[in-house]
Every structure is written in C-alpha cells, then in structure tokens.
C-alpha cells in the first residue's frame, strides 16, 4: 500500500522526508523529492534518491510518528515530539498534526538548481497543513500552503545561542516569504528565555512586512527561534514559522506556550 503523499508546497515551501538506512523500512516518496541528513551539523541535504514509495509504519508494525519516545506531554491534552538525532523533546496542541520521526521541512533560495536547504526543521507539527490553496502558475496542479509549523534542528558552527537564533529565525522568514528581498525583514533583539524543565538560551522573533504578493497565498511570515545546548553540549533550537499579519496569525501566547515545554530529550525516557 503506498503512503500518503505529503502536501505539496506553496511559493518556497518545501517538504521532504528523509530514506531510513534499513532496508525494511523505506519512507514515503514526496513529490518534491527527498532530503537525507549528515550525522554533523544542521539537518541540510545530501544526496537525493529515487523516489520510492512504499507504507511509512516500521516493518515491526510499531509508529513512526513524532511523538514516539519522550515524557509525557507538560500540557493536558497536547502530544509530544520528539527528535532524538538532537536530543530535543517538546508539546503541541492536539490540533497540530505531527509529522513523522524522519520527515525535514527545510527552505532554498528559488532559483538554486541544486535546491540546497538554507534552513531546515526535523520532525515537525504543522497547523492547517492545506490552510490556502491556489494554481498561480496555471499548470493545473494545486498547490498547498500550511499555516504554521514548529520544529528543531542542529546548529553546527554557531558561536552562541543568540546568533544561532538570529541567524535561524531570519532565514526562514527570508526562505518562505520575502526572498530575494530582506529589506523587509525586522530583527528583534535576542532575549533571554527558560523554559519550564529549565533549559536555558536564547530566543530572537523575526517578522516580515510589506512583502510582494505575487500569488494567493502570499503573506508576511513570522519565526521565534530559540537555541540552547544539548545534553551534549551542541547548539541546536527550536523554531516556530508562520504566516503574519492574517486573520488566522497563532497568537504569540500559543507560541510562548509551546516554547515553554521544550525540553531536553534521552534515549531511555518513556513514550509519550
């Protein structure tokens, strides 16, 4: 039985998953391609296979999802996610829909031919997946824009938390809603934030405004990036992305919320 296809992306979104190295198991085919991971560094792109599509649950018939493995969700009634590559655990509201483990989000410039990922997220929970829709370019096939999503990456040759969030959060609001222009980009200040389990780092909001709309869909962005280390002392963040400026905007008291339970992640903690 073949997998669900992911949704396909709007004006510079892109969504991929990732080929598990098993041969029992083979990840679901996205019709915009694949994106494999290094061990080192952000989760940026390799070398992209053919496309196969097959079921995406594990041969042994256990989940695949997100939210495998960590504690109990800190919220009543919200589900965990996991990315255990990185060590970082946090909670959704049960309206977001989670990806699975292996699935990266990720941006490029437009007109790269290689489509090489300026900033990626893995193992994400979006919201509204299919929240516009339009055929701008006429050829038929519609295409769909997600509201918002939530996620977490490496950050490999950061020097600090703050520029780590500037540097992230910036790029994903640039990648999905004003390139090539960042003239339309408004950089907050790195704050200081702790979330409830007590992990410590730095958040940095990004907003954009005024930007062209060149199709439908096309809105202001908005990404709150926070980067920290993990247990093992590398830099990695979490970031949320979304539409600005709109009716349906997540309010900065959800996102505030969300952050607040990130947490540290090990192997040996329970399901969620």
Same mark, same amino acid.
Request: hydrophobic content about 45%; overall charge negative; charged content about 20%.
């Given at each position: 039985m073949n997998a669900p296809e992911p949704p396909h992306p709007g004006r510079n979104r892109t969504t991929v998953t990732v080929v598990a190295a098993c041969?029992?198991?083979?990840?679901?085919?996205?019709?915009? !391609? /694949? =994106?494999? =991971?290094?061990? !080192?560094?952000?989760?940026?792109? !390799?070398?992209?296979? &053919?496309p196969t599509a097959s079921a995406s649950a594990r041969a042994d018939g256990t989940d695949r999802g997100a939210g495998g493995g960590g504690s109990d969700p800190l919220v009543p009634g919200w589900n965990t996610v996991v990315n255990a590559k990185r060590g970082i655990t946090f909670d959704v509201p049960a309206s977001w829909e989670r990806q699975s483990a292996d699935w990266v989000s990720y941006v490029s410039e437009n007109d790269d031919p290689e489509d090489k990922p300026l900033a990626a997220m893995m193992a994400p929970a979006v919201l509204k997946e299919k929240w516009c829709t339009s055929d701008d370019d006429k050829d038929g096939t519609p295409e769909e824009s997600s509201l918002a999503s939530v996620g977490t990456t490496g950050e490999q040759g950061a020097k600090s938390a703050?520029?780590?969030?500037?540097? &992230?959060?910036? &790029?994903?609001? /640039?990648? =999905?809603y004003t390139q090539p222009d960042r003239s339309r980009l408004t950089v907050g200040e790195p704050e200081s934030f702790r979330t409830k389990s007590g992990v410590e780092g730095s958040l940095v909001t990004v907003t954009s405004s005024g930007a062209p709309k060149k199709g439908k869909c096309d809105t202001d962005g908005k990404a709150v990036t926070f980067a920290f280390k993990n247990a093992e002392g590398k830099f990695v963040s979490w970031t949320y992305v979304g539409a600005h400026g709109v009716q349906d905007e997540v309010p900065d008291a959800t996102i505030r919320q969300i952050l607040g339970t990130v947490r540290l992640f090990n192997e040996g903690d329970g399901a969620g």
């Open positions: 041969a029992a198991v083979v990840v679901a085919c996205a019709a915009v !391609g /694949y =994106l494999a =991971l290094r061990d !080192g560094g952000n989760d940026e792109a !390799g070398p992209r296979p &053919t703050a520029e780590a969030a500037e540097d &992230t959060a910036e &790029t994903w609001v /640039y990648g =999905l």
